[in-house]
């Protein structure tokens, strides 16, 4: 197959391509830069495999959680060329994308937390199912590190944004027990891709108009009020 996968909701802008059984790949923390970032990358890996994008069996798309912008830019961009193309899409979860290093490095369970803002994360608790691949134990959510869900005591291993901001809240709300947290890790497209590639395979692909943000909320930022009840 071939297919091409982006990955925009958080600061990182990555892209990978599945061309003759070789994986071509690009990740680049972008900040706030994805739309003049995006374009580039697509058409320099497309370019570096001698493809079109009609030649393309399919997309893959991390949809989120994460940043409001990120998630619209990479899920527009997506849809853009898949319907432009008819072709399948399939949508990824950027937890699931973050948590598969750390379970193809040999973890058994892992607590994927990106920095939602607004004093939140976003938060996945995954296991390695009998593909390898990442198995949600539990629904995704956003929510007070505080109020993150309680776990057995582990072992766990926790990647993400979310835990290079509030570890020592997570850690007592979870009960888990780990090593140094990962806080570094930002999802990557050709982790997308592996989780979406044995799917699209068979046949499990969505329609391009189908295709739609994961926000697990639908604010941006703090009312008035509320900001005057935080620094009070």
Same mark, same amino acid.
């Given at each position: 197959m071939k297919l091409l996968a982006i990955d925009t909701a958080t600061e990182a802008c990555s892209v990978a391509l599945l061309a003759d059984?070789?994986?071509?790949? =690009?990740?680049?923390?972008?900040?706030?830069?994805?739309?003049?970032?995006?374009?580039?990358?697509?058409?320099?890996l497309m370019a570096q495999a001698g493809l079109a994008f009609a030649q393309l069996d399919g997309y893959v798309c991390g949809v989120g959680p994460g940043s409001f912008a990120g998630v619209r830019i990479g899920v527009g961009y997506v849809k853009g060329l898949a319907l432009a193309h008819d072709r399948p899409v399939m949508p990824v979860s950027s937890l699931a994308a973050l948590a598969l290093p750390a379970l193809r490095d040999g973890a058994q369970r892992v607590l994927a937390a990106i920095d939602a803002r607004l004093d939140e994360?976003?938060?996945g608790v995954f296991s390695a199912g009998d593909d390898g691949?990442?198995? %949600?134990?539990?629904?995704?959510?956003?929510?007070? +590190?505080? !109020? !993150?869900? &309680?776990?057995?005591?582990?072992?766990?291993?926790?990647?993400?944004?979310?835990?290079?901001?509030?570890?020592?809240?997570l &850690?007592?709300?979870?009960?888990?027990s780990?090593?140094?947290? =990962?806080?570094?890790?930002? +999802?990557?497209?050709?982790?997308?891709?592996?989780? %979406?590639?044995?799917?699209?395979?068979?046949?499990?692909?969505?329609?391009? =108009?189908?295709?739609? +943000?994961?926000?697990? &909320?639908?604010?941006?930022?703090?009312?008035?009020?509320?900001?005057?009840?935080?620094?009070g």
């Open positions: 059984g070789q994986v071509l790949a =690009d990740h680049v923390v972008a900040g706030r830069s994805h739309t003049e970032r995006l374009m580039p990358m697509v058409h320099a994360v976003y938060f691949l990442p198995r %949600a134990l539990q629904p995704e959510t956003v929510c007070a +590190p505080q !109020a !993150a869900p &309680r776990l057995d005591a582990g072992p766990w291993h926790a990647v993400g944004s979310g835990w290079a901001r509030y570890a020592e809240v &850690r007592g709300a979870t009960g888990a780990l090593g140094e947290p =990962d806080g570094e890790a930002l +999802p990557r497209a050709s982790d997308a891709l592996a989780i %979406a590639l044995p799917r699209l395979r068979a046949g499990e692909g969505i329609a391009a =108009d189908a295709l739609a +943000p994961a926000y697990l &909320r639908n604010k941006v930022a703090l009312t008035l009020e509320e900001q005057r009840a935080r620094r």
